[in-house]
């Protein structure tokens, strides 16, 4: 399955399942919830607020993961 466009509210485990490189982008936000089990439950935005980002760093996340999975 290949995801079209990731947005704030993809879920985690969808993304990282589907595309694993985007495992390393999201460690080097901080994000390190690719092994935790609210992956499956949790958006990208969710992850991101619980571990204190801001928007802003939302969507540089966002940006950064589509420009690799292009």
Known sequence: MIME??????LI???IETHPEAIEILMAYGLHCV??????????EDGAM???L???DIE???KDV???LK
């Open 5 to 10: 466009q990731i947005t704030q509210k993809t």
């Open 13 to 15: 485990k969808s993304l």
């Open 60 to 62: 540089f996340i966002i």
């Open 50 to 52: 619980m571990h204190g």
């Open 35 to 44: 092994n935790c089990h609210f992956s499956e439950f949790d958006t990208i």
């Open 66 to 68: 589509n420009k690799v």
């Open 54 to 56: 801001s928007d802003e």
